[in-house]
């Protein structure tokens, strides 16, 4: 038997690469001779550098940039795939919220300027083409501060004060609100994929500010501002239409940067990596795919990794069989239209603090099990072969 193990990574928890681990230990317990083929996924979010750049034999670029709290230095890695030409980078890396502490979450107070010194320095090495993965921000500020760090100047009219003044430090989600004007940055020759995982538009009620700017930290008055800015933003650049594109809300905003500013192309994060790895040839090769998540619920049949990986596997024609902390139980029958099967790794009612902690063994040993029950079918006698007992 040649089983694939392609999971996302369990947020808040293990990588995609150490879930895979954990998995592939589980089936060896099972049968030592099985056959597996590793290929860590990820969407538009944390991991998708990583398995862009694993699987092109590409390399790995480290750079201290500003975090997500102007005044903040973080080390972001982004990366070069093997054509030499294309950078892949995570916007979270720079301007993350899981780089804030919990008291820290405040989308008037961050910015996404790192991100766009990621950019820039991925432009000054020579790439013609980047990638850029937009989920985990902890932004909303409509991209400006990437765009700042890239090269447009921001204009902000302050209360009290008599005329606009240019703004100096990097631009956060205060100053979207306090926005006069922007200078465009210089045209840069360099295509720009967006690898985004959510359809949402700018505005609305399904747009950056109220979708996204309580997971960030914003409170109901700071949503309505925020939102309300969204749309000056939109109006003062003449991208209106730009706004209202699938993904131009994703990450506060930066999605709409993107497209309005460079032209962006809004891909689904998972379809980039799947092509990448070639995981359509190596599933046509396999009997059955392992993949999964830290929670499979609704939100998994919005493009998250595990929903097109099943997809892919449906037209290759294996099972595919997920696995997860958490399976949500009112999103479950829609989600065994889409798996052969999905399991819990927990072996029991445990807390959430638990089964984080314990996660590793937790797959491991819930893998094992898996294997072990297919096993088992596999070999079991037909059903007639008890009409004569």
Partial sequence: MRIIVAPDKFKDCLSAPKVAEAIVAGLKLADPYVQIDICPMADGGEGIVDALVKATNGRLV??????????????ATMGFLGDGT???IEMAAASGLHLLRPEERNPMKTTTYGTGELIKRAIEEGAKEIILGIGGSATVE????????????????REGAEAPEELKGPATGQDLVDLESVVPPPEMSVKVIVACDVDNPLTGPNGAAAVFGPQKGANAEQVKLLDEALGRLAEALEAEEAAKLPGAGAAGGLGFAMLAF???EMRP???LVMEATGLKERLGRAD????????LDASSLSGKAPVGVAKLCREVGIPCIA??????LEAEKKLREVFSACFS???????IEESIRNAQQLLTYASSNILKARIVTRRAPPPQAFDAL
């Fill in 142 to 157: 409509g991209g400006l501060g990437a765009l700042q760090a890239c090269g447009a100047k921001i204009f902000v009219q």
């Fill in 345 to 351: 790794i927990c072996s029991g009612p445990m807390k």
């Fill in 269 to 271: 994060g998972i379809g």
């Fill in 86 to 88: 294309t950078a892949v």
């Fill in 288 to 295: 059955l795919c392992i993949t999964g998540e830290g929670r």
């Fill in 62 to 75: 480290m750079q201290g940039v500003t975090g997500p709290i102007p005044g903040t230095i973080v080390g």
């Fill in 323 to 328: 696995m997860a902390g958490a399976v949500d």
């Fill in 262 to 264: 460079f032209g962006a």
